[in-house]
């Protein structure tokens, strides 16, 4: 029988997804049990927000977290792979205003939207977990977890600052500060203090601190920039008297330095403005007062206040320099802040920028202690520019001469064994930057604090049988302001402890709150306590967790916090949430403009091979811009359904992983997408070939030939190679293995094609090249595979089978590679199995097309073989 030569059937995508997706859904393959007896593996996408319509580009996480789901699955594994919404947030409430809608109403709409568009992408979710953070079954439990952590101390109340538009009369949020006035109003935003509630996430610093050694496998990066995060520092809290303390007021200013080494250059002291000093003194001093407010004008964001202009202002006090008895001026300043260190400092504006640009605007003495490597002293100035590099101290009297470290400790020595007062000058301290996070949100969309404040009892938690405290779901958005505070009824309620007329505490927490635990959340089946602690033991941590880069930091660290709390309070049994994380890059692509400015979508440019593009229909001119990361304002998005309907998701899913190292920016190309979907149709086209070639399945004969056993030591490999990859997440290098793969496979096709009959080793090693194909490629591209595994004939589904095993037999490299020297020059090389006998080498040697040339058809005088080693001809 001649076989058929090609398979010229194309794989109809369009078709085949949607009904291979119905199929999976019905028989219902990804929902996980808790009771499996299985290994666990818990991977997870960092959850979207329901903003609207996801693009392509946010597809690429959820894609490589899926590959990984399914092939964990293949792999044995019982894997947890759920999806949610992060469903409380300003933008609800933005969209409320403008659309005169309600927050829930347009958070659920987007979220089926959403929802649809990542079922088409093939996505291997446990869709009966799916939660969203705006219900009240899941806000209630996170009621109830603030009340535990209330009561373990874990929270507590304080006044701190909020932005204030004074025209509008609100809070706004740090993203409605916009150049420093209420996005609303255009009012200038001043600042105001409220009393908010607070986690003590400070406390947990250092174990937060030692924890991030344990995560081996987190990236690098992620790890640093929580490290400065957190911020800690050594130092010395120094101690200054007063000379001339008003009565009644303290008698001295702590300061927190971390260059005690620099004490002899210090030119004045600096307040901040919220100084209990600063504060006192201002009770009779207008000027200070005025000067005070005029530092709380302006956002609260760290970001505007490090921007902002040294103001000082001199209060007309000096203290002692513990250190030589000088004089030192007293000022208050609006760049130091009150809840670092102590709230106070000493300038030395020889050595720090923040402190010489204080001094040259204030004509401060600006005196060099620290004298660079190998520079003349007396060329030596710190005029023009502090120097904060290493180098000798001078003109510092005990520590001249004296590098940097040694002096700090000269220093530290010398102020803890002075004592004034009863107690010592100097004291060494240890400082972390991370601060107290503050939840309160004066918002209506986000999870209500479960508390009622009463004038005789404070603030008293909600009992729990009245749990959830469920936002009122009659509110206006007509007037600014928090709805749930103007609201005419919700918040009058009566105390749970004496029983009086009190009020709810009208706000809602930071959405960070919510992301802080939903990881635990998936654990419990539907229908179950909403965080049962065997279920969260079980699955947790997250072996696998996978997001953006932009959540490195505050994300990160608050699950952190909360895992490590909700761990305290008995709720959970592990400390870490996430044992491995990724952070994949973006997906960018081109912009385009109209000659007008606007712009455009991709669908309405048409691209010349010239690199030039065109509008479609008006074949008006279109400016290219640079790839940028997709984005909804610039219109550089493809839409999921798009890709579907041209190419099938599977293209789109192979080329996300292609080419670019998944944390690496991808660029988004009509090429990159078209080479996806020939891709696509070549692995059809090889299944297909060899479904025709070797119609029927057959038992692995006795023996293979050089031919099927070179082919089937590829497939094995591909298979025990591209695992290997997919555990690191090198999507890209499995990628690239497959098509190397694809190529072998091709040519061993053609070979088999040209003989007359298939020999029986070779249909078999063609047939179980194609199954190892089909698998490999599986959780990469599942539609494909399961119509292919159809054509194989193969059992079951795709999506269910087992990771193909490699034989080791056929792992182990037993070929070996001899150069060959033609009297004494080398000329090329040779590879021969391992056991070949010097006799089969020769033989294999002179069949060589350079040795019959080099030889021009004489025969050799000698031929020496060193097995294992080199081959010697001579001539
Ligand atoms: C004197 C000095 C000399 C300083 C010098 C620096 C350089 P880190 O490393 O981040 O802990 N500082 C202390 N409390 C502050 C506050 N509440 N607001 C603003 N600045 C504050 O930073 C510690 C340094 O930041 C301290 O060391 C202090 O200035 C300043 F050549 O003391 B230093
Ligand atoms: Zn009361």
Not at 134 to 158: A, M, N, T, W
Request: glycine fraction near 8%; hydrophobic fraction near 40%.
């Amino acid at each position: 029988m001649t076989p058929p030569s090609t398979t010229t059937e194309r794989y109809n995508a369009r078709e085949a997804e949607p009904r291979w997706q119905k199929i999976w859904d019905e028989r219902g393959i990804y929902r996980t049990a808790n009771a499996d007896p299985r290994p666990k593996y818990y991977v997870l996408e960092m959850f979207p927000y329901p903003s609207g319509r996801i693009h392509i580009g946010h597809g690429r996480n959820y894609v490589m977290g899926d590959v990984v789901a399914r092939f964990k699955r293949m792999k044995g594994f019982n894997v947890l792979h759920p999806m949610g919404w992060d469903a409380f947030g300003l933008p609800a409430e933005n969209a409320a205003i403008e659309r005169n809608t309600h927050p829930g109403k347009w958070t659920y709409e987007n979220i089926a939207t959403m929802r649809e568009q990542l079922k088409l992408l093939g996505l291997s979710l446990d869709w009966s977990r799916e939660i969203a953070t705006c219900d009240p079954s899941y806000y209630g439990e996170q009621q109830r977890i603030f009340l535990e952590f209330l009561k373990g101390g874990f929270v507590y109340r304080r006044e701190s600052e909020v932005n204030w538009d004074p025209v509008d009369n609100t809070v706004l949020a740090n993203e409605q500060v916009i150049d420093g006035r209420g996005w609303r109003s255009g009012a200038l935003v001043e600042r105001r203090k409220l009393a908010q509630w607070f986690f003590r996430i400070s406390d947990a610093s250092e174990e937060l601190l030692a924890g991030l050694d344990t995560l081996e496998r987190w990236p690098d990066k992620v790890r640093l920039m929580q490290r400065n995060w957190i911020g800690r520092s050594e130092g010395l809290h120094v101690r200054f008297m007063l000379d001339n303390a008003p009565a009644g007021l303290p008698s001295e200013v702590k300061v927190y330095t971390t260059r005690p080494d620099t004490l002899f250059g210090a030119s004045f002291l600096a307040l901040s403005p919220g100084h209990p000093l600063t504060e006192a003194l201002a009770q009779d001093n207008a000027a200070l007062k005025a000067f005070v407010e005029e530092c709380r004008r302006g956002g609260t964001s760290t970001a505007e206040i490090e921007t902002q202009e040294k103001m000082g202002f001199d209060t007309g006090l000096t203290v002692r320099h513990p250190l030589g008895g000088k004089p030192v001026p007293v000022y208050v300043a609006n760049f130091v802040l009150m809840d670092y260190g102590t709230g106070a400092i000493f300038g030395c504006p020889g050595h720090d920028q923040r402190d010489h640009d204080f001094a040259t605007k204030y004509r401060l003495p600006i005196v060099p202690v620290v004298l660079a490597p190998d520079v003349d002293p007396a060329a030596f100035s710190v005029a023009d520019a502090p120097y904060d590099g290493d180098g000798t101290l001078f003109n510092s009297g005990f520590l001249d001469g004296l590098n940097v470290p040694a002096a700090k400790e000269a220093v530290a020595l010398r102020l803890e064994n002075e004592i004034a007062g009863n107690a010592p000058v100097g004291e060494r301290a240890v400082n972390y930057r991370l601060r107290d996070w503050g939840i309160s949100r004066q918002r209506y969309w986000g999870c209500p604090i479960p508390i009622i404040h009463c004038d005789a009892c404070g603030p008293v938690p909600v009992p729990q049988d009245q749990l959830p405290v469920r936002l009122p779901e009659d509110v206006s958005f007509d007037q600014p302001g928090n709805p749930l505070d103007r609201h005419p009824t919700w918040k009058h309620v009566n105390c749970p402890s004496c029983g009086a007329p009190a009020r709810r505490e009208t706000d809602t927490m930071d959405t960070f709150v919510d992301s802080s635990w939903y990881f635990a959340r998936f654990a419990s089946e539907p229908g179950t306590d909403p965080l049962q602690k065997d279920a969260a033991d079980s699955w947790l941590a997250v072996d696998q967790y996978i997001g953006g880069i932009e959540h490195a930091i505050l994300h990160l660290l608050y699950s952190r916090f909360f895992t490590r709390t909700l761990h305290k309070t008995g709720r959970v049994s592990v400390k870490e949430p996430f044992a491995g994380l990724f952070t994949q890059g973006m997906i960018v692509h081109e912009t385009y403009k109209d000659s007008a400015g606007k712009w455009l979508f991709p669908e309405e440019v048409e691209k010349r091979p010239d690199g030039t593009a065109v509008r479609i229909g008006t074949e008006e001119p279109v400016t290219v811009g640079a790839p940028e990361k997709m984005s909804k304002s610039k219109r550089n998005v493809v839409p999921p359904e798009v890709v579907a309907d041209t190419y099938g998701v599977d293209c789109a899913r192979w080329f996300m992983l292609s080419d670019t190292p998944p944390e690496r920016d991808s660029e988004w190309t009509s090429a990159g997408i078209e080479g996806a979907w020939r891709f696509v149709q070549r692995i059809w086209r090889l299944v297909g070939d060899t479904a025709a070639l070797a119609p029927v399945e057959v038992a692995p004969p006795d023996n293979f030939g050089p031919e099927s056993t070179a082919l089937r030591r590829a497939a094995h490999r591909l298979a025990a190679q591209v695992a290997d990859d997919v555990e690191r997440l090198r999507f890209n290098v499995a990628v690239a293995r497959v098509h190397g793969f694809a190529n072998e496979f091709g040519d061993a096709l053609a070979q088999a094609r040209k003989a007359d009959t298939v020999a029986p080793d070779l249909a078999f090693a063609l047939r179980e090249a194609a199954s190892i194909l089909v698998a490999v490629v599986a959780p990469m591209v599942p539609h494909l595979a399961e119509e292919c595994w159809t054509v194989l004939g193969r059992d079951g589904l795709a999506a269910t089978a087992s990771w193909p095993a490699s034989d080791p037999a056929l792992l182990v490299d037993d070929t070996v590679t001899l150069p060959i020297q033609i009297n004494g020059k080398r000329r090329g090389e040779i590879t021969v199995p391992k056991e070949a006998s010097p006799a089969e080498v020769e033989q294999a040697v002179l069949a060589l097309d350079l040795i019959a040339q080099a030889l021009d058809g004489r025969a050799p005088k000698r031929i020496i073989v060193v097995p294992q080693r080199i081959v010697n001809v001579v001539a």
